[in-house]
């Protein structure tokens, strides 16, 4: 009744507000680690590392909770929402009631108006940046990472249906994938201040593009062999690498 009443406007909706939740988060994490680390560059790293290793984690089991809803074919996914609802307002708890405020109380400043200028924020920033040009060529590698990346995850759903996937089979690539992930986040912290940030960005890309590979070519090539379902389990360890 309600999506009969609202359309899709309530999805379009909870989509920009995840976006403005989910976008700024990795800042805040970095930044903690990096108020609480200081200048002891070793063990940020495998704090960071740590860090991805709780965020694997629970992207795994997150998927593994969304594997068996679709297995359930549910008519519709009222109570799934709620539970993730729920899960958002523990979330919220935690962060308001346990975690405290890791930014030197020196270096806080009240907000201003200048601050909910998102153009006048984002140029400021961007000065900033280009000041240096490690960061500058960074910046950009990000630019193209998420170019590629978002063009790829709205895509990968419909190109394992294009592969005979079915909607629960299609969850399973990324379940093994973040599996993986828990196991070389672990790894990797030790492994982190032996090969070097640089080192680990360069490798990570490499594996990236690998995994494109796999996704693409692979897939289809050996699709026609009977053999086209290996391909994205595959490409999700390669991926694995890439994140961690």
Same mark, same amino acid.
């Given at each position: 009744e309600l999506h009969a009443l609202w359309g899709n406007y309530a999805v379009y909706a909870g989509a $920009?507000? &995840?976006a403005a939740s989910w976008e700024p988060k990795d800042s805040a994490l970095v930044g903690s680690v990096a108020d609480i680390m200081g200048d002891d560059e070793v063990n940020k790293g495998r704090a960071? $590392?740590? &860090?991805?290793?709780?965020?694997?984690?629970?992207?795994?089991?997150?998927?593994?909770?969304?594997?068996?809803t679709l297995q359930m074919h549910l008519p519709k996914y009222t109570w799934p929402w709620l539970g993730f609802t729920l899960v958002g307002c523990a979330v919220l708890v935690v962060v308001k009631v346990w975690v405290p405020e890791t930014l030197p109380e020196r270096l806080r400043k009240p907000v201003s108006k200048e601050m909910l200028n998102p153009v006048a924020s984002n140029i400021h920033a961007l000065r900033i940046l280009c000041r240096d040009r490690v960061l500058t060529g960074i910046a950009m590698t990000m630019f193209w990472w998420y170019f590629h990346w978002v063009g790829f995850i709205v895509t990968a759903f419909s190109f394992l249906m294009l592969v005979d996937f079915d909607t629960g089979e299609a969850v399973l690539p990324a379940t093994l994938s973040t599996c993986c992930q828990v196991m070389m986040a672990g790894g990797m912290v030790k492994l982190l201040p032996k090969i070097g940030v640089y080192n680990s960005f360069i490798l990570g890309h490499f594996f990236f593009m690998m995994c494109?590979?796999?996704?693409?070519?692979?897939?289809?090539?050996?699709?026609?062999?009977?053999?086209?379902?290996?391909?994205?389990?595959i490409a999700n360890v390669v991926q694995v690498s890439r994140h961690d």
């Open positions: $920009s507000l &995840l960071l $590392s740590a &860090l991805f290793l709780s965020n694997s984690t629970g992207t795994f089991l997150g998927f593994c909770a969304a594997y068996l494109y590979v796999f996704w693409g070519p692979f897939t289809i090539f050996f699709g026609e062999h009977g053999l086209g379902h290996i391909g994205p389990y």
